[in-house]
């Protein structure tokens, strides 16, 4: 039997992956008080979960923009990856909402990346059954040989699941 051809691919989270010290914030209210507090996207991988099982709810509307921010800890390796795969077949996939897209991309740009603009997804869901979902669907696009990368450990681990399922 033939090996089937290989399609590569490669993902990237944005915030604390590709983009550091960046002064974007999500705001979470508490359910019981109304108190809200504002996080940020540093603090979020570690806050984040611990709210949501407190029933907080969260607005990320600040997410639209992209403030600030270098270069984070995998940006060499997207640059890298970009090299192997070609830009078409690199992805950054946020929690962000989809509006977001036009400022990464701009932000991507001016550090001399420039992936195509459907490249660049916001789910608007930090979950990371959301992250395995969109993987999921790659993978039935054809693509087999699938990197990916997050700063969120529980997103990692439900892509992770996902991809050995597959």
Request: hydrophobic share 40%; glycine share 10%; no cysteine.
């Amino acid at each position: 039997s033939k090996k089937p051809d290989i399609r590569g691919m490669s993902t990237f989270d944005f915030d604390e992956t590709l983009i550091i010290d960046g002064k974007n914030f999500i705001v979470a209210t508490n359910p019981n008080t109304g108190e809200k507090t504002k996080i940020s996207s540093g603090d979020w991988p570690i806050q984040g979960p611990v709210l949501t099982e407190q029933g907080y709810t969260f607005n990320f509307d600040d997410f639209v923009k992209v403030r600030g921010g270098v270069e984070g800890p995998l940006f060499q390796k997207l640059l890298n990856r970009i090299k192997k795969f070609g830009p078409e077949n690199n992805f950054i996939l946020t929690a962000r909402p989809q509006e977001a897209a036009i400022a990464i991309h701009g932000w991507l740009k001016s550090k001399g990346v420039n992936i195509p603009l459907k490249n660049i997804t916001g789910l608007g869901d930090s979950t990371g059954a959301a992250k395995a979902d969109w993987m999921m669907k790659r993978f039935a696009e054809g693509y087999n040989d699938m990197y990916f990368v997050d700063d969120a450990l529980p997103n990692v681990e439900a892509v992770k699941d996902i991809m050995q399922q597959l």
